[in-house]
């Protein structure tokens, strides 16, 4: 099988994206309970069949800190908006993030379910430095707060040593989804996806 090509997607958090994480509910102005992506990004994203089909509940693992999860989330189409949603993140170290703190995606290009998604987290309060760099970097490759880094290149590279391993109890197995997916808040590599 020949190897695809990858991005990683860096999107800039806006206010209105912080109420994914359960940590943030009490506070969040938005009643907004996902992730914020753009036509553009989700065309890159996604195959041709789920773009056309307006998304679909993709295998996502997350990893942040001591945090690791693995279920199905919605990346799809809310209206004229592109989002990446689904149940709650109860991740605590999640409620040091911000607006203008980083999510990052990484996947095959025109993923149409076959490959997981990772993805975690860059913020000003704990990875100042790799935030920094980020911001630095990649200042005039954001559009509407969401950059696309390709393979090959040496911010592809940079980026993809911030992904934190993944424990091999989320790594193997399929993702969690409907009642399997409500587990507790678990550290990742504990048998906690």
Known sequence: ????????????????????????????????????????VARR???????????????????????GNRELRNIGKVGKNWRLGG?????????????KDFVLLRSVVGNDGDHPILMTFIGRQRERLL????????ADSFQSSVAVVTAGSDAFTALSAAFPSVPADLAVGAPLAGEDA????????????
């Open 131 to 138: 935030h920094a760099g980020i911001v630095a970097s990649l």
């Open 182 to 193: 409500a587990v507790p808040d678990q550290a990742a590599g504990s048998d906690g996806r």
């Open 87 to 99: 149940r709650k993140i109860t991740a605590n170290g999640c409620a040091f993030l911000d607006s």
């Open 45 to 67: 994203l996604l195959s041709d069949r789920l773009f056309a089909a307006g998304g679909a509940d993709l295998d996502l693992i997350c990893v942040y800190g001591g945090y």
């Open 1 to 40: 099988m020949a190897k695809r090509d990858e991005i990683i997607v860096v999107r800039s958090l806006a206010e209105s994206d912080l109420g994914i994480f359960s940590m943030h509910r009490l506070s969040a102005t938005s009643k907004q309970r996902a992730i914020a992506l753009t036509t553009p």
